[in-house]
Nanobody
Framework: EVQLQASGGGSVQAGGSLTLSCAAS????????IGWFRQAPGKEREGVSC????????YYLTSVQGRFTISSDNTNNTVYLQMNNLKPDDTAVYYC?????????????????WGQGTLVTVSS
C-alpha cells in the first residue's frame, strides 16, 4: 500500500523559511515521480514542484522558482521542499503525491497516490 506522510508545515512571517517533508513507503521509491501541490482556500489545487526520484530532474511553478528547492533522499524514501522567502500568497495546504510516471509532472490528475496535507500559513 502506497503511503505518503507530509509534515513540516507551520506559521511564519513573510520572508521566513520552512522545509516540508514527504515520507514515502509501500512502493519502489526510485521509480516514481513525486510532486508537491498546494491548495489555498477558494482556489484550485496547483502543482508547486516535482522531482523524478530516478534521474533527479525537477520542475517548479514559476512563482516559486528561485525560492523553493525540491530534493530527494532515496536512502530514506523522503522528498523535501525547502521554502525560502515565503510570501503571504504561499499560504495553503501543501500535499505530496506520487505515481509511476515518466520523470514527474505538475499536473495533479497524473497522480493517484496522495498524502494528507500540511498547512503553511505566511503572515505579512
Amino acid at each position: 500500500e502506497v503511503q505518503l506522510q507530509a509534515s513540516g508545515g507551520g506559521s511564519v512571517q513573510a520572508g521566513g523559511s520552512l522545509t516540508l517533508s514527504c515520507a514515502a513507503s509501500g512502493f519502489p521509491f526510485d521509480d516514481y515521480g513525486i510532486g508537491w501541490f498546494r491548495q489555498a482556500p477558494g482556489k484550485e489545487r496547483e502543482g508547486v514542484s516535482c522531482i523524478s526520484t530516478t534521474e533527479g530532474s525537477a520542475y517548479y511553478l514559476t512563482s516559486v522558482q528561485g525560492r523553493f528547492t525540491i530534493s530527494s533522499d532515496n536512502t530514506n524514501n523522503t522528498v523535501y521542499l525547502q521554502m525560502n522567502n515565503l510570501k503571504p500568497d504561499d499560504t495553503a495546504v501543501y500535499y505530496c503525491a506520487a505515481d509511476l510516471i515518466w520523470s514527474c509532472s505538475l499536473q495533479a490528475h497524473k497522480y493517484h497516490n496522495w498524502g494528507q496535507g500540511t498547512l503553511v500559513t505566511v503572515s505579512s
